[in-house]
């Protein structure tokens, strides 16, 4: 269930789902925990999640050992695929080494090369980590970093080469086949992107695992949220908190006052 509702800070929404992902517990390096402990929001506390873990036979979630009050666990990073070349959603904060060896642990555990990066947005705790991913990896000059391009935002300088993803653009690798969905709102740039074979979707910050999330524009959130309802997901991956398996969804709009 989304709800909306306006605070002195601004407009909140939060989502009421069923939370599945302690279920799927890690395989590896699994198990194992960020080691900086998320706090707890307000006075909600937050399930622990492991710092690698498998959330679909085509999806595994890297921590990005940066848990705060606004990143809740840290940033919910995904490697998506089933061979030897997947695609990396999302690179977490600049500069967390513990992420990064995470991965890299991940990477050849599993042995597979990143082909392709996709951020979601251009907050730093999502697209933050790149350069420390490419400087990590072999195929650092082959490996594509993609973020939507709104056109309106100011321009930003970022220390890696940046392709600009199209709404609608698909990606496939090995096991999985993604499609980008520009949805503004949480930020201008703001994608999801949508996991054809798991009938899953990459939510970002538009949707959160646990409490709410905040947005720039409620209009367009609002429009954004429409268009997770008609792609119908049966199941979220956020880009913070836990996995939300959707039974129903719907929300619901508190109008001010
Ligand atoms: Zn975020």
């Known amino acids: 269930m989304f709800t909306a509702a306006r605070s002195s800070g601004g407009w909140r929404l939060s989502v009421v789902g069923h939370h599945i992902s302690d279920r799927c517990r890690p395989q590896s390096v699994v198990g194992r925990l960020c080691s900086t402990k998320p706090r707890a929001r307000s006075r909600m506390s937050l399930p622990r999640l492991p710092a690698v873990g498998s959330v679909s036979p085509r999806v595994l979630r890297v921590l990005g050992c940066n848990p705060s009050f606004m990143t809740l666990q840290g940033t919910n990073t995904y490697v ?68 939507f391009n709104p056109k309106i935002d100011k321009k930003r300088d970022y220390n890696f080469p940046l392709h600009f993803v199209e709404d609608k653009q698909k990606f496939e690798v090995e096991g999985a086949t993604l499609i980008i969905h520009h949805t503004p709102g949480h930020s201008t740039d703001h994608i999801v992107i949508f996991l054809e074979e798991d009938n899953a979707l990459f939510s970002a910050d538009c949707v959160l695992g646990e409490g709410t999330t905040v947005f720039e524009d409620l209009t367009e959130y609002l429009k954004s949220l429409q268009l997770i309802l008609d792609l119908n997901p049966t199941v979220i991956f956020p880009g913070h908190g836990s996995v939300i398996k959707v039974i129903k969804i719907y929300y619901v709009i508190l109008i001010k006052n």
């Open 80 to 147: 998506v695929g089933t061979g030897q070349r997947r695609i990396l959603i999302d690179a977490g904060e600049p500069n967390v080494p513990e992420y990064i060896k995470n991965l890299e642990e991940t990477m050849i555990k599993y042995n597979f090369q990143l082909d392709h990066i996709i951020i979601s947005h251009w907050h730093s705790d999502h697209i933050g980590g790149v350069k420390n991913v490419l400087d990590m990896i072999a195929n650092k000059n082959e490996c594509q970093v993609w973020k």
